[in-house]
């Protein structure tokens, strides 16, 4: 029974890759559905060869199926070869994955790392076998073996969420809750210095009050907080990316606080999956009188959020720029030129070169002209837009 359901999974996705469009090849045979490559796209005729490996994290946040929808988009055109592997939050299977693409020929890796310190070594085999390295969104740390990086401006995300809050607090008091990302994650670093930046001072001088997190209450006289900081209070207030998690913590904080934390709260969640968590469970507190709560990413899940009044923003992150960024990269590698860069991020070793995009703050006000208009969903895609 078991060989039959692997084989019935084999022949359908063997169907569903060349009901893809193009000439596929099935180059790996895993009765594992979520290891699966998404896209092969074999237009050498060598089912062996593979010119461009990309390896994403997760096919658990709608964020990185968005990636791969605008790869594959983009992807389209290109006369060299791509294979997509996703490596479900694990870095023994991020390295197996660059792996078995090495063993494919790739030339270039774009690789966006589950854990931004272990996908060192998966960086370092890809280098040694002379393959070049992108990394896509998230920077791999603690090695030379990273050539270029691709992100948005990680930094701007955080003071985006921060100025958001900020914007809306009057008077003094106001509760603040504080949830922050995956500690494996440097973005988690820089979102969350991006909306200290601007949360602090509005801290030091009384119009916010934070409730969630002790360490976070010891250093709120500090401007600028050491990476060792940041873990102390991301180690308190992590959602860890991860939704269950996100309800989880802000469940218990709201039992751990009284009625007089609560009333109108601002809550900076570090993304849209976990700010749909949390705002479900802060809504769900009838001590809770309203709540303004942050985002990024665009899921459509949250961008139906925001038209039905439900998470009061998120950071438009556009996809499509970065991938086009990152597929660029790859060609003009493939072709024997340099890339182009617009700046560097150390990561512990060297200062790695980097092209960085800006991102939009998208609320009830724009969220049709930011996200319909231009084209980036359809308005079909949603309920309630007028
Ligand atoms: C970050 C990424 C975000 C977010 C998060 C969770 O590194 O920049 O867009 O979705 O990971 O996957």
Redesign the pocket.
């Known amino acids: 029974m078991k060989k039959f359901i692997a084989l019935l999974l084999v022949l359908t996705m063997t169907l569903s890759l060349v009901a893809c469009g193009g000439k596929a090849t099935q180059t790996e045979q895993t009765t594992d559905p979520s290891n699966q490559q998404t896209d092969v796209s074999d237009k050498s005729g060598d089912s062996k060869t593979v010119d461009i490996g990309i390896v994403l994290?997760?096919k658990d946040?709608p964020?990185?199926i968005q990636d791969e929808t605008r790869f594959k988009d983009a992807l389209r055109s290109t006369e060299y070869s791509v294979e997509v592997l996703f490596s479900q939050g694990d870095s023994a299977r991020e390295k197996q994955n660059v792996e078995a693409l090495i063993a494919k020929g790739i030339k270039v890796l774009i690789i966006?790392a589950h854990d931004g310190a272990a996908a060192a070594a998966a960086a370092e085999a890809a280098k040694k076998e002379g393959v070049t390295v992108i990394a896509y969104?998230?920077l791999i740390n603690g090695t030379d073996a990273v050539d270029y990086y691709v992100?948005?401006d990680?930094v701007a995300?955080g003071e985006a969420m921060g100025q958001y809050l900020a914007d809306r607090a009057e008077g003094k008091g106001n509760p603040l809750y504080l949830y922050a990302?995956?500690a494996s994650?440097?973005?988690?670093f820089l979102?969350f210095e991006g909306a200290w930046n601007i949360l602090q001072p509005k801290i030091a001088d009384g119009t916010f009050e934070i409730k969630n997190s002790s360490e976070a209450v010891a250093l709120q006289d500090k401007a600028t907080l050491t990476r060792d900081e940041m873990a102390r209070i991301i180690g308190q207030v992590t959602t860890n990316?991860d939704f269950n998690e996100a309800k989880n913590k802000a469940e218990a904080h709201l039992t751990a606080v009284g009625k007089e934390d609560k009333g109108d709260v601002f809550i900076l969640a570090?993304?849209?999956?976990t700010a749909r968590s949390i705002a479900d469970t802060f809504a769900a507190d009838p001590d809770v009188t309203s709540y303004v709560v942050t985002g990024?990413?665009a899921?459509k899940a949250s961008v139906q959020y925001i038209i039905d009044g439900k998470q009061s923003m998120t950071v438009f992150?556009d996809v499509r720029t970065l991938v086009n960024d990152a597929i660029n990269m790859a060609i003009s590698v493939l072709k024997g030129n340099t890339p182009e860069t617009t700046g560097a991020y150390n990561n512990g070793v060297i200062d790695v070169k980097a092209k960085q995009t800006d991102v939009i703050v998208v609320d009830k006000d724009n969220v049709k002209a930011a996200l319909i208009d231009s084209g980036y969903y359809p308005a079909s895609d949603f309920t309630g837009l007028d």
Do not use: L
């Open positions: 994290p997760t946040e964020r990185w966006c969104d998230r992100t948005f990680s995300v990302g995956a994650d440097n973005n988690s979102f990316w570090p993304n849209d999956g990024q990413d899921e992150k």
